[in-house]
């Protein structure tokens, strides 16, 4: 998962230029996702040993592969019950 926790300043400065917005404003619907979620894609692959993934290579990613280099979507929902835990009858 993307931990937004662990960013450089630099790499949240990056993130917010190219987005053109705060990444404060990520989890608001006004906030467009389509540059931010490119730059973020672009920050994780370059962490994950991609030194040389640029920008042109972050905004030709489909939405699930941009999903899957994020790792959004990796955790469990409330509604999946967690199979370590006994069912209750």
Do not use: C, H, Q, Y
Request: charged share 30%; hydrophobic share 40%.
């Amino acid at each position: 998962m993307f931990d937004i926790e662990n960013l450089t300043l630099g790499e949240i400065a990056t993130i917010e230029d190219l987005a053109g917005a705060s990444i404060s404003t990520l989890g608001e619907d006004e906030t467009p996702k389509g540059k931010m979620l490119a730059a973020m894609a672009m920050i994780a692959k370059r962490r994950n040993g991609f030194p040389d993934f640029k920008w042109n290579d972050a905004i030709t990613l489909t939405m699930t592969e941009a999903t899957e280099v994020l790792g959004l979507g990796d955790t469990e929902t409330e509604d999946e019950p967690d199979p370590t835990e006994p069912v209750s009858a």
